[in-house]
């Protein structure tokens, strides 16, 4: 085993662990899109269920003293490789003892390399899911951004015609960035229908529950996550980490054990290096400081292409 200084910090590992439990309240909604499974081995293959498998149709009857016809497909192979990821904070001796009045410095050292974790995770989220070309895409009709004549309703029914017959799976969730969720309830086609089940809803404040039930969809995740795109130094440049003019309806794992679940994908961690965050400190005498690091091994993989269908052209 390699020799190092740093030493490992559970008391600060529970903390950057509730931390990002929080993600979602910070706009973060990775982790729900591609939900975790932990995993002893770096990389390794792991069985998918073909599309053909989820609708197979045969026949069931069975004579007497024969044996019961029985399935006979094989799981394709899908591989994953967890890369380590990984971010230091560092944190002066002098401004430890300057700052600890008015708050817990080392504290305040983990939450930054957190967020900075986080935050590069989401990204390839993003990347993996909503930005993939490979996923099945469609343009919707009219751009929900044009009240009086957008149709969000009519365009994610066509939506989930396509997953019905294509693959034969019920997307179970909508994503998408906050600010296409405040133009969804400014359109006349949904207050036209909401009114009658709502009579009391507000243009513009429409509920999560209220949309659920307006699209039929089981979740609706919400981003309002943000980063800075300018260059170090520079004008402050902030964007949003999900797109603002493309939505994902999509069949999203349910978190469990079972791999050969149909769904979009999983973040694989590697649990025997670094498990889904591992917090560290070590010394570093030349600048009379201790370094904070946080990092994690993961692989945020796409299972099954067919179960997400991105709608574009949703702002104009």
Not at 6 to 30: C, K, M, T
Not at 45 to 67: G, K
Not at 93 to 112: I, S
């Amino acid at each position: 085993m390699p020799t190092t200084n740093s030493v490992f910090r559970p008391e600060l590992g529970v903390l950057a662990y509730e931390y990002s439990l929080g993600a979602a309240q910070q706009g973060f909604i990775g982790r729900q899109v591609l939900p975790v499974f932990e995993t002893d081995l770096r990389a390794a293959q792991y069985p998918m269920i073909p599309a053909e498998a989820i609708l197979e149709m045969q026949d069931t009857a069975r004579a007497p003293r024969a044996a019961y016809a029985r399935g006979d497909y094989s799981f394709e192979s899908a591989e994953y490789y967890c890369r380590e990821y990984g971010w230091e904070e560092p944190l002066d001796d002098t401004e430890a003892m300057l700052y600890r009045r008015y708050f817990d410095a080392e504290v305040v050292a983990v939450q930054r390399a957190t967020l900075m974790i986080l935050r590069n995770e989401e990204k390839r989220v993003v990347e993996a899911t909503i930005n993939n070309a490979d996923l099945p895409n469609g343009a919707v009709a009219k751009a929900w951004s044009s009240y009086a004549d957008a149709d969000p309703l009519a365009d994610i029914n066509k939506a989930k015609d396509h997953f019905r017959f294509s693959v034969g799976l019920q997307p179970n969730a909508l994503v998408l960035d906050v600010d296409i969720l405040r133009h969804i309830s400014m359109c006349d086609a949904v207050m036209e229908r909401i009114k009658y089940s709502n009579p009391n809803a507000l243009r513009g404040e429409l509920t999560i529950e209220q949309l659920k039930a307006y699209f039929g969809v089981a979740n609706i995740l919400v981003s309002n996550a943000v980063y800075n795109s300018g260059p170090k130094g520079g004008d402050l440049k902030v964007e949003t980490l999900w797109p603002r003019n493309r939505v994902m309806l999509a069949c999203l794992s349910s978190g469990g054990p079972d791999l050969r679940e149909p769904c979009l994908g999983r973040t694989f961690v590697w649990s025997e290096d670094s498990g889904l965050l591992t917090t560290e400190s070590y010394r570093e005498e030349q600048t009379r400081g201790t370094i904070y690091r946080v990092r994690q091994n993961t692989d945020e993989r796409i299972q099954f292409v067919g179960a997400g269908y991105v709608l574009t052209g949703v702002t104009e």
